[in-house]
């Protein structure tokens, strides 16, 4: 029996843009088909007593900011304007969006975007005007969107998620995982390219 990959995603990630504007091609070029799971890590971080990136270790940001446009290079992507506005304040609004997008089959569209205007535009994930610009651009209605991002479904679905991931034990993103193996990191999207025979991916 083939297995599937799990891609644990959390919108406020700083290094999931890397991922993001490679996924679409990953999937083409791999045909492996991926579960999306949109969990809440700020709540398991502080779980964890854990700020990877706190505003009081300047340097350690600094570092993940060069990092981040050093490795978009490596990949071809766009390099992001830096520092983008990070912490994100729409947090949980962005991750509530990409779960509607996910039951409408869109999800990959609005993580690229999201993500793009984030990142190039620094129009913060979650906030309205990249909701807006979001959906502008995969032809999607805004306030139908919004709607159903605060449904109580959709945020019982993000509680249920996250609770999942903790007991998973995801303790950052983007992590990925087959069965119990997990592969943490977005350097790590290409690690699984290797092993796809020994962990039997569809």
């Known amino acids: ?69 050093r490795r978009a290079k490596i990949y071809q992507i766009p390099i992001p304007k830096i520092p983008a506005p ?40 979650g906030s309205d005007e990249n909701i807006k610009l979001t959906c502008t651009a995969n032809n999607i209605d805004f306030q139908s969107l919004k709607d159903k991002s605060s449904s109580e479904k959709v945020i019982n679905e993000y509680k249920n998620n996250t609770q999942i991931a903790y007991e998973f034990g995801i303790f950052g993103v983007p992590s990925f995982s087959v069965n119990e193996n997990l592969f943490w990191g977005d350097d790590r999207l290409n690690d699984i390219i290797h092993f796809k025979e020994e962990l039997n991916l569809v």
Request: proline content about 5%; cysteine-free; charged content about 25%.
């Open 86 to 125: 990070y912490p994100l304040k729409y947090f949980d609004e962005a991750n509530l969006y990409a779960l509607v997008a996910l039951e409408e089959g869109w999800f990959v569209q609005y993580l690229e975007s999201t993500y793009r205007y984030w990142f190039l535009e620094g129009i913060p994930a």
């Open 1 to 69: 029996m083939k297995n599937n990959l799990t891609f644990w995603v959390s919108i406020g990630s700083t290094y999931t843009y890397l991922t993001a504007l490679r996924l679409k091609k990953f999937k083409e070029d791999n045909d492996i088909d991926i579960r999306f799971k949109i969990i809440n890590i700020r709540w398991i971080m502080k779980k964890m007593d854990n700020v990877p990136f706190p505003p009081s270790k300047s340097s350690k940001v600094n570092y993940m900011w060069k990092d981040i446009q």
